[in-house]
């Protein structure tokens, strides 16, 4: 998790797991919908589902990525997003 207050404006919080496989990748996608959607929160948009290489679920305060390993070493947000701060928990 990184704290992305201080970086820019489009979330706070930018959540980045990765899962083996496609499969995977959906299995933990539905997840964090359903546990989420317990709690009132619906993602204003889902994109890349399907393929489920790369699953972005935006929720406004903060948005969740799901890779697979190779787009995870391929994007390498966490070098883009380096001056973000690391989020404790």
């Not at 930018?14 to 709690?39: F, P, T, V």
Request: hydrophobic residues 35%; charged residues 25%.
């Amino acid at each position: 998790m990184l704290d992305l207050r201080d970086v820019t404006t489009f979330t706070d919080t930018l959540i980045i797991c990765s899962g083996a496989n496609s499969r995977q990748n959906q299995a933990i996608s539905n997840e964090i919908e359903q546990q989420l959607k317990e709690h009132g929160d619906i993602p204003s948009s889902v994109e890349g589902y399907t393929n489920a290489e790369w699953v972005l679920m935006d929720y406004g305060d903060y948005v969740v990525n799901i890779f697979s390993e190779k787009a995870r070493a391929y994007y390498d947000l966490e070098r883009l997003w380096r001056d973000a701060k690391p989020v404790k928990y």
